[in-house]
């Protein structure tokens, strides 16, 4: 399913990403949550907030801009049935799907986890989403490594449509 975004949304996106950094680097000391500032990684946190703004739109909700000192909960939207989503965002690949990656296993604590990928054109693509179950069941590598240190991977295609989603919406966020 292919998602669209503005100029605005990802300016505002890139707003909120800002202020994250800005209070994860001033709390160094405080703060268990990755603490970025190379070009790259700041990059992947303005997208990754927008694709939490984009879902968040799609599925009804209000995005979470909340900054938080111990680190985020684990989930960036929550549905009207009380499940938690957290929204992953890929940079297209050169061939083939996106994989659904994770750091640490153990930082997979929502119920669900949603992947956008980037598209050009100020689009991005819904590849699908998992339960821990799924994750659990069918993780295809660990200790992956596309640049980012080691990750724990789960290919696409063990991922349910987007589709499915949208009828869990709520104003909860």
């Known amino acids: 399913m292919i998602l669209s975004y503005t100029a605005p949304e990802l300016a505002l996106a890139r707003v909120y990403a800002a202020r994250r950094r800005k209070f994860k680097q001033d709390n160094r000391a405080l703060v268990r949550d990755n603490i970025v500032d190379d070009e790259r990684t700041v990059e992947n946190e303005d997208m990754g907030m927008l694709a939490e703004m984009v879902a968040a739109r799609e599925l009804g909700l209000d995005v979470n801009v909340a900054v938080h000192l111990e680190g985020d909960p684990g989930f960036d939207l929550q549905l009207a049935d009380g499940r938690t989503l957290d929204v992953k965002w890929a940079r297209q ?24 990928m980037d598209l050009p ?21 660990r200790d992956f490594n596309c640049g980012l240190g080691p990750q724990s991977a789960l290919h696409a295609r063990h991922l349910a449509p987007f589709r499915e989603l949208l009828g869990h919406t709520a104003a909860r966020g």
């Open 121 to 141: 054109g100020e689009r991005m693509e819904a590849i699908g989403y998992c339960d821990r179950e799924t994750w659990n069941v069918h993780l295809d590598y």
């Open 93 to 116: 690949p050169r061939n083939g799907r996106p994989h659904l990656l994770y750091r640490e296993e153990e930082l997979f604590r929502a119920d669900l986890s949603l992947l956008l």
